[in-house]
T-cell receptor, first 119, second 111 residues
Framework: AQTVTQSQPEMSVQEAETVTLSCTYD???????LFWYKQPPSRQMILVIR??????QNATENRFSVNFQKAAKSFSLKISDSQLGDTAMYFC????????????????FGKGTKLTVNP | NAGVTQTPKFQVLKTGQSMTLQCAQD?????MSWYRQDPGMGLRLIHY???????DQGEVPNGYNVSRSTTEDFPLRLLSAAPSQTSVYFC??????????FGNGTRLTVT
């Protein structure tokens, strides 16, 4: 079974600085997806960024980027120019890639990192 | 499109009561699922469905039932509520090989 580990339960950063959240995972699969979700105090689950394992290039979305190290099974999230609105729980998640439509692949989540951006 | 709609947003139950959490999606997603979120535990899968008429258990299914009579709806039933079921519940759906779309969650308290 796949497992996802987020080793930092809480982190804080000053506004405008850069912060990196860590995520490691364990799998014997070669084809899969990795995700970062953000959960602000409103409780919404918001997709931040997505990485396909077959792509060597790291995904980026504006101020959010990942460092995907497939051999090391590491998938860290870097937030640049942190803003107060980035304060949230961040969850790393893993999903196997299925070749055929109708797959039952489940998203497996880490326990989350609570990020606080300080003014 | 409304996306994934969950009702109610909040619910308080007494031990032993039963209730149904409703979930509906209008995106024609085949895959739907229920998670519970507890402090320090992340999100854990309760039940999931890959299409109408097909359901299966996730990581923590005990005390919960689901059914999937239509593509749109995936209700979660608590048969006899227990304090251990106090949690935030999320319904989510997704298309093939894509990320989950989440509802806004239901905060359930069992006293």
């Amino acid at each position: 079974a796949q497992t996802v580990t987020q080793s930092q339960p809480e982190m804080s950063v000053q506004e405008a600085e850069t912060v990196t959240l860590s995520c490691t995972y364990d799998t014997s699969e070669n084809n899969y997806y990795l995700f970062w979700y953000k959960q602000p105090p409103s409780r919404q689950m918001i997709l931040v960024i997505r990485q396909e394992a077959y792509k060597q290039q790291n995904a980026t979305e504006n101020r959010f980027s990942v460092n995907f190290q497939k051999a090391a099974k590491s998938f860290s999230l870097k937030i640049s120019d942190s803003q107060l609105g980035d304060t949230a729980m961040y969850f790393c998640a893993f999903m196997k890639q299925r070749r055929n439509q109708g797959g039952s692949e489940k998203l497996v989540f880490g326990k989350g990192t609570k990020l606080t951006v300080n003014p | 499109n409304a996306g994934v709609t969950q009702t109610p947003k909040f619910q308080v139950l007494k031990t032993g009561q039963s209730m149904t959490l409703q979930c509906a999606q209008d995106m024609n997603h085949e895959y739907m699922s229920w998670y519970r979120q507890d402090p320090g535990m992340g999100l854990r899968l309760i039940h999931y469905s890959v299409g109408a008429g097909i359901t299966d258990q996730g990581e923590v299914p005990n005390g919960y039932n689901v059914s999937r009579s239509t593509t749109e709806d995936f209700p979660l039933r608590l048969l006899s509520a227990a304090p251990s079921q106090t949690s935030v519940y999320f319904c989510a759906s997704r298309p093939y090989n894509s990320p989950l779309h989440f509802g806004n969650g239901t905060r359930l308290t069992v006293t």
